[in-house]
């Protein structure tokens, strides 16, 4: 009985040392754009092992890109219509959160794609 707890311990302790450790943090992106500021909305090619890509043709600003690249795991379907639908409002903005460590194939996922009605202003 003894040498069979033994065996037990020394099993769970050499499982406890080589099981994969699970992520301990997570990392999101979030992005709040003015429709105002979205000029176009193109869902690039999806391939089974890439992640589906949307792209954001924006007015830049501070010195940021006149493109905006997001990445799922998930589609886009969705969020590309109720990015069209916004395009060029000045009262209406979008906000995308995409999870940079998802448990997924390529380790992204859009978990929200959303639109705001009235942050900015009429005069905006």
Known sequence: MRQFLILFLA???????TA???SAYQQFITYRIA????LSVTEGDHVDED??????????SGGMSDEIQLESDGGFEECKQNLEY????KT?????????????MNG???????????LFGDGG
């Open 108 to 118: 992204v996922m859009m978990i929200q794609c959303a639109t705001f009605h009235g």
């Open 11 to 17: 099993i769970l302790i050499l499982a406890s040392v």
């Open 51 to 60: 992640p589906w890509v949307l792209t954001l043709k924006v007015i830049p």
């Open 35 to 38: 429709g105002k500021d979205i």
């Open 20 to 22: 994969v450790p699970l």
């Open 86 to 89: 916004i395009i060029g409002s």
């Open 92 to 104: 209406e903005y979008a906000e995308i959160i995409i999870d940079m460590n998802a448990s997924t």
